[in-house]
Structure formats: C-alpha cells, structure tokens
C-alpha cells in the first residue's frame, strides 16, 4: 500500500511546445503594425474566404510576434488554407504584393 500512495502523490509535468494550429508569418514591424490595426477585420476576411472554399478551419485571432503575426486558427491549416491566407495578406493596400509574405506552421 505505501507503494501505491507514493506513486499516486507524485507530481508529473509535461511541457507543451508550440501550438499547430496557427499559421505564423515573418514579417517587417511595418506591415505588421498595418495588419493589427485592423486584426479583426482580418479575422473576419480570411474566415469568409475559408468557408468560401469550404474549408474546415478558421481564424480565431492574430497575435503580434517580435519576428511577425500569428493567425491562430481552430485547426491544423492545410496547406491549402495557408494560400488562402497568403493571398489575403498580399492584397492589403499598403502591402507590397512582390514581397515575400510566406505563411507556415511553426
């Protein structure tokens, strides 16, 4: 019984690494301040072009990262979703449509 009791009041600890269901894309301060200032028009956009292609995710929000945003979605993006996102963020006015603007998974 001593042995039982023992194992039972052990405490386990599991670290969770990045999330999946997010699609991070590195961009300058500059574009990035541009797209916050308007995060959940943002949301709102790519989740209509999303259910337009009948796609299973959608965005929940964007988060502001040193390097870049996040746009945190409710599943894994496929890749095809991450083209969908990439496309919406290329056609912002003030976003240079030959800059490299490359959604992935982290």
């Known amino acids: 019984m001593d042995k039982l009791t023992n194992r039972s009041k052990r405490i386990q600890i ?6 999946r269901k997010q699609a991070i894309i590195p961009i300058t301060e500059k574009y990035a301040d541009l797209i916050m200032n308007k995060a959940s028009i943002h949301v709102g956009l790519i989740n209509s072009i999303l259910r337009s292609a009948k796609s299973n995710t959608h965005s929940e929000f964007i988060k502001l990262y040193p390097s870049g945003i996040s746009i945190v979605t409710n599943n894994i993006p496929t890749p095809s979703d991450l083209s969908i996102i990439k496309k919406h ?3 912002i006015n003030g976003i240079n449509a030959d800059e490299s603007l490359l959604p992935c998974l982290p």
């Open 14 to 19: 599991i670290t969770k690494g990045p999330s």
């Open 89 to 91: 963020f290329k056609s």
